[in-house]
Every structure is written in C-alpha cells, then in structure tokens.
C-alpha cells in the first residue's frame, strides 16, 4: 500500500507565498516521477509542476517563474514553493507520484489540500 499526503495549503493573499509540501510511503520499490496538479471548482484538474527522477522540473505556462517545485529522494518528498500568488491560482492542490510495486507502475494520488489566494 502506498500513501501519498499533502500539507501547507491554506489562506493567502494576493502577492504572498505559500508552500506546499508531499510525503509518500509504503511498500513503493521506486518512485519515477512526482509531481503538483490543481483543479479550481467547475475546472478540470490541471498540470502544475512535475519533477521525474532525472530532476529536470517541467511547469505549466501559469506556474513559470513564479512556483518551483523541489524533491528529495532520500526522504520521498516534493515541495511546491508558490510565490506572487494570484487570486486565480486558488484550487485545491493534489501531489502526484509514480511508483513501482514489484514490477508495475502504478500512479498515486494524495488526498488534496486548499490554496486560496484572497484579499
């Protein structure tokens, strides 16, 4: 079994920072590539930053000098680093691995944590 737990969301105004952080554990062998979604009400759930095990961080257009997302393989762990946050970034934030159980891949989800960006 593998979980996968978020924290750092909460209230922040417009211009503030924020970071999100993401622990994985379980009975994973590897994991590949972590990364950071968001989905706002009535929007599909998006792509924020991913980061694979090369450590080559890819962003959406929206997060690009702005967000930067970090990893810590030793201890399972990815960051999202939000800074000049923007009412728009408001969503729930959902971290995203990929793992290995045996010989198969597998994608997990955490369970989501709120970033609003309000004055």
């Known amino acids: 079994q593998v979980q996968v737990v978020e924290s750092g969301g909460g209230l922040v105004q417009p211009g503030g920072s924020l970071r999100l952080s993401c622990a994985a554990s379980?009975?994973?062998?590897?994991?590949?590539?972590m990364g950071w979604y968001r989905q706002a009400p009535g929007q599909e759930r998006q792509l924020v930053a991913t980061?694979?095990?090369?450590?080559?961080?890819n962003y959406a257009d929206s997060a690009k000098g702005r967000f930067t997302i970090s990893r810590d393989s030793a201890k399972n762990t990815v960051d999202l680093q939000m800074t000049s946050l923007k009412p728009e970034d408001t969503a729930v934030y959902y971290c995203?691995?990929?793992?290995?159980?045996?010989?198969?891949?597998?994608?997990?989800w955490g369970q989501g944590t709120q970033v609003t960006v309000s004055s």
């Open positions: 980061i694979p095990s090369s450590f080559i961080a």
């Open positions: 995203y691995i990929t793992a290995s159980v045996g010989t198969v891949r597998y994608g997990y």
């Open positions: 379980g009975n994973f062998r590897t994991i590949y590539n």
